[in-house]
C-alpha cells in the first residue's frame, strides 16, 4: 500500500485472489463501485476486426441456469449464469474457466443488434403487405362496381 491506493502484485502468472480468512478455496466477494475493463478507447487496441459472426444461434443455445457453488451453504441464494462448456471460446476469460463479462456484454450487444435488424426487416415488410393489401382491396371495389 502507498498511499491512496491499494496494490496487489501477484508473482508471474498468478492471480490476486479473495478467500475467507482461514482457507485458500472458499472465495468471498468483492464489492466495488463499478467495473472497468482495462481501456476501450481506440488507442488503447491493436489488431481491431469487426466480429462479424452471426451470434443469434450461439444465443439461442446458451442454457441459463440458477446455481451455487459447491462451496456455498445449502441456504445462500441460488445465482443466474451460464456453463462455460455450451458457450463460444471467444467469452471465455484467460483460463478458460469464467466468462469474461464485457465480451460477454459485447456479444449480447452484437445479438440485440441482430435482432433489430431483422425487427426492422419484417416491420418494412408488414408495411409493404398493408400497401399492397390496400391496393387489392381498392382494385375488389372497383371490379365489384363494374359487376354490377
Given at each position: 500500500?502507498?498511499?491512496?491506493?491499494?496494490?496487489?502484485?501477484?508473482?508471474?502468472?498468478?492471480?490476486?485472489?479473495?478467500?475467507?480468512?482461514?482457507?485458500?478455496?472458499?472465495?468471498?466477494?468483492?464489492?466495488?463501485?463499478?467495473?472497468?475493463?482495462?481501456?476501450?478507447?481506440?488507442?488503447?487496441?491493436?489488431?481491431?476486426?469487426?466480429?462479424?459472426?452471426?451470434?443469434?444461434?450461439?444465443?439461442?443455445?446458451?442454457?441459463?441456469?440458477?446455481?451455487?457453488?459447491?462451496w456455498?451453504?445449502?441456504?445462500?441464494?441460488k445465482?443466474?449464469?451460464?456453463?462455460?462448456?455450451?458457450?463460444?471460446?471467444?467469452?471465455?476469460?484467460?483460463?478458460?474457466?469464467?466468462?469474461?463479462?464485457?465480451?460477454?456484454t459485447?456479444?449480447?450487444?452484437?445479438?440485440?443488434?441482430?435482432?433489430?435488424?431483422?425487427?426492422?426487416?419484417?416491420?418494412?415488410?408488414?408495411?409493404?403487405?398493408?400497401?399492397?393489401?390496400?391496393?387489392?382491396?381498392?382494385k375488389?371495389?372497383?371490379?365489384?362496381?363494374?359487376?354490377?
Open positions: 500500500n502507498t498511499g491512496m491506493h491499494l496494490y496487489l502484485r501477484p508473482a508471474s502468472g498468478g492471480e490476486a485472489r479473495v478467500t475467507q480468512t482461514g482457507t485458500t478455496s472458499t472465495y468471498r466477494p468483492i464489492r466495488a463501485s463499478e467495473y472497468l475493463p482495462p481501456s476501450s478507447t481506440r488507442e488503447s487496441k491493436k489488431d481491431i476486426e469487426e466480429y462479424i459472426e452471426n451470434v443469434l444461434e450461439d444465443i439461442r443455445n446458451i442454457k441459463v441456469y440458477t446455481y451455487r457453488y459447491k456455498e451453504e445449502e441456504d445462500t441464494f445465482r443466474l449464469g451460464v456453463m462455460i462448456d455450451e458457450t463460444p471460446r471467444i467469452l471465455h476469460g484467460k483460463n478458460g474457466d469464467s466468462i469474461e463479462l464485457y465480451a460477454f459485447s456479444f449480447l450487444c452484437k445479438g440485440i443488434k441482430e435482432l433489430d435488424s431483422e425487427q426492422m426487416k419484417v416491420k418494412d415488410e408488414i408495411e409493404w403487405l398493408k400497401l399492397e393489401n390496400q391496393y387489392l382491396k381498392q375488389i371495389q372497383q371490379l365489384e362496381g363494374m359487376i354490377s
